[in-house]
């Protein structure tokens, strides 16, 4: 069986393809085997086109540079492990304080065959800045903290001989060794400024995952969001992403682990207009909902932080409690992070975040990781004069009426908020309370949605004017059309 890993973080995403070893199998129901043979290796960096691609002699020199130069950027002690040109693939060199370039020499071509094109004799040189340095470190980290992908291959931990290191012992003192989870905690720290620097101690085993309790709260008054949402369980916003990792803090006193998206909003700023956020919710839950097929495998909910990009790309995630990170492949979201091959660079665009929840009921909550901030706005041009409002109102109802038929098992008022466009023609819709979203296969809206566009998982057209209208189907079989006044 073929199985795949994914590491992805805002600016990098290391693709893992192997297959899992039978004879080493205990458990041939795991659902999550283990990959344990490793077939191919790509590492996709945002502002090129083409990834990194190589077998298992590449990815073992890439986590070996990328652990080392991680390193000695911390201490500032030179790691020759970062430098190896005669025996690594992989190498670092540093430019500037801001400035990395990633050496990729050619593997070699094993005798008796024809060189591959895929092995370019010259090598490959890429430039990163620091946050994209930061990210291949993060997910470096991830893998390593993925019990069930290539656990045999461990990073062997040697501290940076003394002779690299001068005579300056305050120098030394900043030697960090990069275990798991300590160098992108490190990194992040000193990039950041968030956190002080770790003191020096030997390597530790991987220490157990902590969680953080602090978490963004959203204000009670705020109005319903686009999907379901969760508010009696507090969020722990500092726990690792995709897959499960170790968290270490170098000090009992240190802050909790900066996640990818918070170190992300360092850099750029973040969607906080409740429109946008409005309009950013349906469009994720529209990309996610339709995914996850496998709703009943789930024993208790998994709950991520979400970051998306301005146009719905879903650019990075992170499990905020231990479930999720063992259930991450229960859920599409690895399936539909943006590719940073075919996709431009996210490291300077606005980030929205979003809590998402898959609720062992099989439900999917998707809510704006901060709430609403006030009351959102419909996103986009509006039809407003009185009388195409009332002609497009009438019309609406009619269609709505000649397609609704059956007795209503529902037991309370079904609310939504449809939009047409200057034709009479379903536009756009969303449920506006919890019935709506449970009932909705008894209205007629995914069908009359569906016959135009396709799908009912369309995004919603914001250049053509649209009339805005609230429709509500009550349990008596009533239909109410009026026109839209706004959230509630």
């Known amino acids: 069986m073929n199985i795949q890993r994914k590491y992805s973080l805002p600016n990098c995403t290391l693709l893992l393809e192997g297959l899992s070893d039978a004879s080493r199998a205990a458990h041939f129901q795991e659902l999550r085997p283990e990959l344990s043979i490793l077939v191919n290796a790509e590492c996709y960096l945002s502002n090129h086109n083409q990834p990194l691609v190589g077998g298992r002699e590449f990815f073992e020199s890439l986590v070996r540079a990328v652990s080392g130069y991680a390193q000695e950027f911390l201490s500032n002690v030179p790691n020759p492990q970062a430098h190896n040109q005669d025996s690594e693939l992989v190498e670092f060199q540093k430019i500037d304080p801001n400035r990395h370039r990633l050496i990729v020499h050619s593997e070699s071509t094993p005798d008796g065959f024809e060189s591959n094109p895929n092995y370019n004799k010259s090598p490959i040189q890429i430039d990163l800045n620091t946050v994209q340095l930061f990210d291949l470190v993060e997910a470096v980290d991830q893998f390593f903290a993925d019990t069930q992908t290539l656990p045999e291959l461990s990073l062997e931990l040697q501290p940076v001989a003394r002779r690299y290191g001068g005579a300056n012992r305050a120098l030394l003192k900043q030697a960090v060794p990069a275990t798991i989870g300590v160098s992108s905690l490190a990194v992040a720290a000193i990039a950041f400024s968030l956190i002080p620097p770790p003191e020096v101690r030997p390597p530790q085993p991987k220490p157990e995952e902590q969680t953080s309790s602090a978490t963004p709260s959203s204000n009670s008054t705020t109005p319903p969001t686009t999907t379901p949402t969760d508010t009696s369980t507090p969020i722990n916003a500092a726990t690792p992403t995709s897959t499960p990792i170790a968290v270490a803090t170098p000090t009992a006193a240190a802050k909790p682990t900066v996640t990818d998206l918070e170190a992300l909003l360092n850099t750029v700023p973040e969607i906080t207009d409740a429109s946008q956020l409005r309009l950013l919710n349906r469009q994720v839950y529209n990309q996610i909902n339709p995914a996850w097929t496998n709703r009943t495998a789930l024993k208790q909910d998994l709950v991520y932080r979400l970051g998306v990009a301005a146009d719905g790309a879903i650019v990075g995630y992170k499990a905020v409690n231990k479930d999720a990170n063992q259930g991450i492949e229960l859920t599409p979201l690895p399936n539909l992070l943006y590719n940073p091959a075919s996709r431009p660079s996210v490291s300077n665009e606005p980030i929205a975040q979003f809590k998402i929840v898959f609720t062992n009921q099989g439900v999917l909550e998707v809510s704006p990781w901060r709430g609403y901030l006030k009351t959102p706005e419909v996103v986009g041009s509006k039809i407003t004069e009185p009388k195409a409002v009332k002609n497009l109102n009438q019309k609406l109802y009619k ?49 009359m949605f569906q016959a135009i566009y396709g799908s009912n998982v369309a995004a919603p057209n914001n250049k053509e004017p649209l009339a805005h209208y609230q429709v509500v189907f009550k349990p008596s079989g009533k239909l109410e059309v009026t026109a839209w006044k706004g959230y509630k």
Do not use: S
């Open 399 to 447: 269609a709505i009426r000649q397609n609704w038929g059956g007795t209503p098992t529902f037991t309370q008022d079904l609310q939504y908020r449809v939009a047409v466009n200057k034709d009479g023609t379903i536009a756009d819709y969303e449920p506006l309370n919890q019935f709506a979203y449970d009932y909705f296969r008894e209205t007629p809206l995914p069908k």
